[in-house]
């Protein structure tokens, strides 16, 4: 059966975004009206859900209904990174391993599914979503989204003008006055990297070091 990404997305409080893909073998799987009731809400017996992290940490959930009760449960983990151009994928961490929020994932799924359980067919979308782009594949998920000039021009500068103390802390506090939000330090290095990469920043420091050409 064909894996198929259902057509909306949604992202938690914490800035983690979520995709959601069932096994489809006819156009009846994409009807929510067909779905199974399970602990009070309209959903597949069986989907999984992929969490696309700021820094490029993907997370895939399995998740199905608990054959011994009215309830959903998380049945498997798989943990990746998304693909730099460039760049080969950094591995995985324990501290990366710790990002693995079952409770919190299988909560906003659920939520996500009790929206979506009011159209007739996900495949005919509101007319207001009418014209956006089409839903991305797991293939396109794990692409890391771009970085525009104007923020890698941000990280710059910020860079630049903290050569002699601490530019990478700088880096991150111009980050999360503009995103509004906690940016990690990993998603910061990274950031540092592209801009340094695209010639914007030319020069290295150390805290107590000299800054060399």
């Known amino acids: 059966m064909p894996r198929i990404p259902l057509p909306l997305h949604t992202t938690t409080g914490g800035g983690v975004e979520l995709a959601f893909f069932i096994d489809a073998a006819e156009y009846r799987d994409l009807d929510p009206q067909a779905w199974p009731t399970t602990a009070g ?45 460039g760049h080969a994928p950094l591995p995985i961490s324990g501290e990366d391993a710790k990002r693995v929020g079952v409770d919190e994932v299988l909560r906003e799924a659920l939520a996500y599914f009790e929206r979506v359980s009011r159209f007739d067919r996900l495949a005919v979308v509101p007319s207001s979503a009418a014209h956006a782009p089409a839903p991305l594949s797991r293939a396109a998920l794990r692409k890391r989204k771009s970085t525009t000039h104007d923020e890698l021009q941000l990280i710059a500068d910020a860079y630049n003008a903290n050569l002699e103390g601490a530019p990478a802390l700088a880096v991150k506090a111009s980050l999360e006055e503009v995103r509004g939000r906690e940016v990690s330090r990993s998603t910061v290095d990274r950031l540092i990297r592209e801009a340094r990469d695209a010639g914007l920043i030319t020069a290295t420091a150390t805290r107590g070091r000299k800054p060399k050409p």
């Open 41 to 85: 809400i309209r959903a597949p017996a069986e989907f999984d859900a992929m969490a696309w992290h700021e820094d490029g940490l993907i997370i895939e959930y399995v998740i199905r209904k608990d054959l011994g009760r009215d309830a959903f449960q998380v049945y498997g983990v798989h943990i990746d990174r998304a693909v730099e151009d």
